[in-house]
């Protein structure tokens, strides 16, 4: 089967099992609203035309709620999103018109030719089933926003319900923003030219930019529960280190393939059992001190997700780098090191506190935050059963945070463990497809993919891994699942990364 | 070289994949995990933060109740003051926070403390050295000096004060889905004992529906709220403790959810705009014992007043049929309101179900008390009403502190005293002839410390918050432990006879008192649910369950009940006696201006309690109507102006529910358990 049919196949199931899980969590939504009415009505046998006749009351909360349900417009979003991937899956598989050759072979083309001559051609490694999965990610997440919204609205005081009237829209906007800066940075990067400069990058360039970025947001960002990591821009407040995660990830790509090339030139492996300490001191200690120095101020922020996050890619990537274990291991070490010498310092708080809350999630401890967080998501979780309660039927929302970190609380509870493995083996999949796609390019392509592999995967296991208590609770986002513009953004991005890595056409 | 890395990178993808599998066993685990959901969460942080205002004095015990020092909490936690101020105001909400009978050491931020030998202070403490007397802090067997002097100075420096007490299960945050509720939708309807309608579910149109209250804040206290304008999802009372029977059919309800299961009938009535839900069950109906009439004449007649409990019971039965605790809440309030009174809590105590949760001084309304523990415990020989005590106008128990004062020298008899409600008498009865600890090891053994719950077995249960537990009576330094030793001295024991400064009741502890007086002795327990009708899927009532009192308490001998019941029935009185001259004298009862030219007959007892805020709260403790009792009830309005007495405020309002009930009682027999049919009430749908 030709990978463009799969790719249709795969999109035509992902909007059938989307379209239904909306239409009952409207069902839903719909019939715990108007269910007290229908007490009545049931009780005589009647049918009730349910929501199509009553007029708007704006006093009622009920009713605040209903208006939202019937204008979040499920359908009409779910067409939106569907185009949006299908448009991006078009641009990566459409061949180059004539018009494109054309212009690189006529000696002066005209604009049309000049823009055209922009497009891409067609990536033949590229795993046909990425895509798809991403959407199927992607609406799931919308899905679970649809049912949460309204429940967290008539939860929450009216006065600060404002926000979750329209995440539900917002996230969909923020897909669709996230799929056109793919398609850009897709673009973008198939141009030989634009790979090349980002493969000749100096990899303190990405470095310095992350640690401008992060001291800016210190200096000038916006506070939220204590933290300062947003910068606002317009309306919306960026989380910066999402951006700042990409410069990361160029950095230590940039630097081990540099590294790795040139110890390979010169022939380290020959003697590298004499002299590895020795090595490592050379080659890597200024990329660690950089490395290091650029962690300080996200420490600074008290933002642990990203910091261990960045960890695991440095061990990961220096082991991708050596194909040994001894450099890992010994970095291993280092960072458990550096990680239990904070504990015991006691500094940063937050870092004491989520250790002593991933050792009894039951009580709170001393800190700033009294948070009964995880052990709600533990309930929401412990809630879910073989098939869940029921879309719509359960209380995800009591969880603090569910639309962002702990969205796959509200998944687990309602769908039961059938949901929550499905979302698991998705996000498999996409890493599968990364992989896949990163296997079959070329070989400073196929480090970058490694690492965008690397950092989605190991993003997705740090906050699932928190979430169900597994390790400790760290803030960060779930890539393509949880609420929030930077992060849908940024991955989309190293998604677009990952579409635009080939293998380099020869001759 | 390639080869290398790809070697490492299906290796790297492995690992990911390794963490995934781990994560999805994890959420196996934790989804068939039977024990999560019982699991309870503590919140340790809140509960240190109250331990930490109490340790530097934020929280202090003055004049028998807890206060609390809101300015002082910005000064000492300037950045986390709101966190503060949260969580001390809702443990003081919760109930949580009471005054001990133990000193204890505080630091204060504006009192230097460096010179003071704070280890060895409470080292002291713990050894019992430093002791609480009369609210005051006195010392003993204290042997250096210099430590002596520092006590002394601890005090007057407010660093030794009494302590407050703080039960740290407030801060326990359990699975909301074990209270979860659907909403009104499988709210049964709650019914009066007649059958008028306490609580239902209606409404008309689209989303206007709403539980209504038809008695609003005069059920309030007895049936809750199920949500409210700022919190859909919160609910109290009986409301919160019936949710789990009212979702005890709602599976059927729930599975409708479920994506398996009517999906087509689902996506059909989807695309026609239309819901149809399957045939569903009635849901059960509560019958209470309450009676609507009565409560809205009692609380017609509190309406002058602002602050007070009622309670009513039936005696043979144990029903309660009438409660007003005031202030009260409008369930259906608009939203204004509820912010209002939410925010108000603390202040307003709206929430207060006083009838059983708020303990006041019973003043004078104890000496039946006192009395029945002299007649009972043999104290007082043979039951004698004219057992009588030579008085000199004035008793001084104690070198300290006023003297307890009677109406006027000379002998007096044991009924009269009650009748007119005499201090010295009462005083001299608990110091002179009962020692100290009979009163409260008889008090003990009559169950006076026991709480208990207004609700049938069944049901109690379901009440984890206790809403419907009557929180136990309180001596503030239990008689037993601390009497013979500890400075429980005789101004103490006086004081307690006549139900002043250390002794805190309940109102419906005292009306079951009077009910088990009227009774012979014993009576059955108050409860509040009269009874339980089942429906199945054709709306027919399936299954009826009555909730009943089968076992008395005996609080005495019938002999002393029936002492008990001639001296209370003096008090509504006024009546000539002889002395043994042969003069002639009166005796007004204090209630008898009260009870002028009533046709029947009721017994009862004033009281007036001081509260030490210049102000009193009056009681009336009463049955009828003689001569087989039927009603027992307690009255206590609070915060009146100092002149103010039980026999003229909370008698009349005792007097104007007698009325009622004397000519409207002939309707329903007293008690016929067995000839009394299910009485389905009618118009219930």
Redesign the interface.
Same mark, same amino acid.
């Given at each position: 089967m030709p990978d463009f049919h799969r790719e249709f196949l795969a999109y035509l199931l992902a909007t059938l099992l989307l379209a239904?899980l909306f239409?009952?969590t409207?069902?839903?939504l719909?019939?715990?609203?108007?269910?007290?009415?229908?007490?009545?009505a049931?009780?005589y046998?009647v049918? &009730?035309?349910?929501?199509?006749?009553?007029k708007p009351?704006l006093k009622?909360?009920?009713?605040q709620v209903?208006d939202l349900i019937l204008q979040a417009r499920w359908g009409t979003n779910l067409l939106l999103l569907l185009l949006g991937f299908i448009l991006l899956s078009g641009i990566v598989r459409t061949p180059e018109p004539a018009l494109v050759t054309r212009a690189k072979v006529s000696p002066s083309p005209g604009l049309v030719e000049r823009v055209l001559s922009w497009w891409p051609e067609p990536n033949p490694s590229l795993s046909p089933i990425l895509l798809p999965v991403l959407y199927l990610l992607t609406g799931l997440s919308l899905v679970t926003l649809f049912r949460l919204c309204p429940a967290l609205v008539?939860?929450k005081?009216i006065s600060q319900n404002a926000v979750y009237l329209t995440m539900f829209q917002r996230q969909v906007y923020f897909v669709l923003a996230g799929i056109a800066a793919a398609a850009l940075v897709y673009i973008i990067l198939s141009q030989p030219r634009w790979l090349l400069r980002l493969k000749t990058l100096n990899w303190w360039i990405p470095a310095l930019l992350n640690v401008i970025l992060i001291v800016i947001t210190i200096k000038f960002g916006v506070t939220i529960n204590y933290r300062r990591l947003w910068i606002r821009v317009g309306s919306m407040n960026v989380q910066t280190i999402e951006l700042g995660k990409i410069f990361m990830l160029i950095f230590l790509v940039n630097y081990f393939y540099r590294v790795r090339l040139f110890g390979?030139i010169i022939g380290w492996a020959r003697d590298k059992h004499r002299r590895r300490l020795y090595w490592w001191l050379k080659h890597q200690s200024l990329a660690f001190v950089f490395y290091a120095v650029g962690l300080f101020p996200i420490v600074y922020q008290r933002d642990f997700g990203p910091i261990l996050l960045f960890a695991f890619l440095y061990i990961?990537l220096s082991?991708?780098w050596s194909?040994e274990f001894w450099t890992p291991l010994f970095l291993i070490v280092v960072f458990l090191i550096i990680g239990v010498g904070f504990y015991h310092v006691g500094w940063p708080s937050i870092l004491v506190t989520r250790v002593e809350l991933l050792k009894d999630?039951?009580?709170? &401890?001393?800190?700033?935050v009294?948070s009964?967080q995880l052990?709600?998501a533990?309930?929401a979780? @412990?809630?879910? @059963?073989?098939? #869940?309660?029921?879309? !719509? &039927?359960?209380?995800p929302h009591?969880v603090q945070g569910v639309y962002a970190e702990f969205i796959l609380a509200a998944i687990?509870e309602e769908? !039961?463990?059938i949901g929550?493995?499905l979302v698991?083996g998705l996000?498999?999949w996409m890493?599968?497809g990364i992989?896949t796609t990163?296997?079959n390019a070329g070989?400073y392509e196929?480090?970058l993919g490694?690492g965008i592999?690397?950092m989605l @995967?190991?993003q997705?296991?740090i906050i699932? #891994?928190g979430i169900?208590?597994?390790i400790f609770l760290t803030g960060i986002t779930i890539p393509f699942l949880s609420y929030g513009g930077s992060s849908v953004v940024s991955s989309f991005v190293l998604i677009g990364m990952v579409l635009a890595l080939r293998q380099r056409r020869r001759g | 070289?390639?080869t =290398?890395? =790809?070697?490492? *990178? +299906?290796? +790297?993808?492995l690992?990911?994949?390794g963490?995934?599998v781990?994560?999805?066993g994890?959420? %196996?685990m934790?989804?068939?995990?039977a024990k999560?959901?019982t $699991?309870?969460?503590? =919140?340790?942080?809140?509960v240190?933060r109250v331990k930490e205002a109490i340790a530097k004095g934020v929280i202090v015990c003055k004049r028998n109740e807890v206060a609390i020092n809101w300015s002082l909490i910005e000064q000492l936690f300037p950045e986390?003051a709101s966190?503060y101020r949260k969580d001390i105001e809702a443990a003081s909400q919760a109930g949580a926070l009471s005054c001990s009978a133990k000193p204890m050491v505080i630091v204060p931020p504006d009192v230097d403390v460096t010179e003071l030998p704070l280890p060895s202070l409470k080292q002291e403490l713990k050894k019992g050295n430093i002791y609480l007397e009369r609210e005051a802090i006195k010392q003993k067997e204290i042997s250096d000096p210099a430590l002596r002097n520092a006590v002394a100075k601890a005090v007057t420096a407010g660093v030794l004060v009494r302590g407050v007490e703080f039960e740290e299960s407030t801060f326990t945050?359990s699975?909301?889905?074990l209270r =979860?509720d659907?909403? +009104?939708?499988y709210r049964g309807n709650i019914f009066d004992r007649n059958g008028k309608l306490l609580a239902e579910? *209606?409404?008309?149109?689209?989303?206007? %529906?709403?539980r209504r209250y038809p008695l609003s804040e005069k059920t309030f206290h007895i049936l809750g709220y199920v949500g409210h304008?700022?919190?859909? *999802?919160a609910s109290e009372g009986l409301e919160a403790v019936l949710a789990p029977i009212f979702r005890q059919d709602d599976t059927r309800y729930?599975? +409708?959810? $479920?994506?398996?299961k009517g999906?087509f009938t689902?996506?059909l *009535?989807?695309f026609k705009?239309?819901? %149809?839900?399957p045939?569903?069950k $009635?849901p059960p109906n509560f019958t209470l014992t309450i009676d609507q009439d009565l409560t809205e004449l009692a609380w017609k007649l509190f309406e002058p007043y602002n602050h007070g409990a009622l309670v009513c019971l039936e005696i043979p039965t144990g029903e309660v049929l009438a409660v007003v605790s005031k202030p009260s809440m409008n369930p259906e309030s608009d939203m204004a309101t509820w912010r209002k009174a939410l925010d108000d809590r603390a202040r307003e105590q709206r929430f207060l179900r006083r009838v059983w949760k708020q303990r006041y001084f019973p003043g004078s309304s104890f000496k039946i008390i006192t009395s029945m523990i002299a007649l009972d415990e043999q104290v007082i020989p043979n039951q004698a009403l004219d057992f009588s005590i030579n008085l000199t106008g004035e008793f001084r128990p104690c070198d300290y502190g006023k003297a307890i004062k009677g109406r006027k020298p000379g002998k007096l008899r044991l009924d009269e005293a009650l009748a007119i409600s005499d201090n010295e008498f009462f005083a001299r009865l608990a110091v002179e002839h009962l020692a100290c600890p009979r009163l409260f090891t008889a008090l003990g053994s009559r169950g006076f410390y026991e709480g208990f719950s207004l609700l049938p077995e069944e049901l109690r249960q379901l009440d984890s918050k206790g809403y419907f537990t009557v929180v136990p009576n309180q001596l503030t330094s239990k008689g037993e432990q601390i009497c013979p030793a500890k400075g429980f001295d005789d101004c103490m024991l006086a004081r307690s006879g006549i139900g002043q400064q250390d002794v805190q009741v309940t109102p419906l502890w005292m009306a079951f008192v009077v009910s088990a007086i009227a009774n012979g002795g014993s009576a059955p327990l108050p409860y509040l649910v009269k009874r339980a009708v089942e429906y199945d899927e054709a709306?027919q009532p399936t299954n009826m369950k009555e909730y009943r009192r089968t076992e008395n308490r005996t609080l005495m001998a019938p002999q002393t009940a029936a002492a008990l019941r001639d001296m209370m029935s003096l008090v509504t009185k006024s009546f000539t006696r002889r002395t043994a001259n042969n003069q002639t004298y009166s005796v007004y009862g204090t209630a008898s201006r009260a009870f002028n030219g009533v046709t029947y007959q009721v017994a009862g007892k004033t009281g007036t309690a001081e509260t030490g805020h210049k102000t009193n709260h009056t009681w009336f403790v009463c049955f009828g109507p003689l001569p087989q009792p039927r009603y027992a009830m307690a009255i206590v309005v609070e915060n009146l102006p100092e002149n103010s007495a039980g026999g003229r405020i909370s008698a009349p309002i005792a007097r104007g529910l007698f009325d009622y009930l004397v000519t409207n009682s002939t309707t329903e027999p007293a008690i016929d358990f067995q000839t009394q049919g299910p009485d389905l009430p009618t118009g219930a749908d």
């Open positions: 239904l239409a009952s409207q069902w839903a719909l019939v715990s609203i108007e269910r007290g009415d229908l007490q009545s049931a009780s046998g049918k &009730v035309k349910s929501f199509t006749g009553a009351e009622s909360m009920d009713i209903k008539a939860t005081p390979w990961a082991y991708a194909c999630p039951w009580s709170s &401890v001393v800190g700033r009294d009964s052990a709600n533990l309930w979780f @412990g809630a879910s @059963g073989f098939d #869940g309660v029921g879309l !719509g &039927v359960g209380l009591r687990a769908t !039961g463990i929550a493995l698991i996000y498999g890493l599968y992989y990163a296997r070989s196929s480090f490694i592999m690397l @995967g190991f997705t296991l699932f #891994g169900t208590g597994t | 070289m390639r =290398q890395f =790809q070697t490492s *990178s +299906l290796r +790297l993808f690992i990911l994949c963490g995934l781990i994560i999805a994890r959420l %196996v934790l989804a068939f995990d999560l959901e $699991k309870t969460f503590e =919140q340790t942080n809140r240190m986390e966190a945050e699975n909301p889905r =979860q659907r909403g +009104l939708l579910t *209606s409404g008309e149109g689209a989303s206007r %529906v709403r304008p700022a919190d859909p *999802s729930e599975a +409708l959810f $479920k994506l398996d999906l689902r996506l *009535s989807l705009g239309e819901i %149809v839900i045939d569903l $009635k709306a």
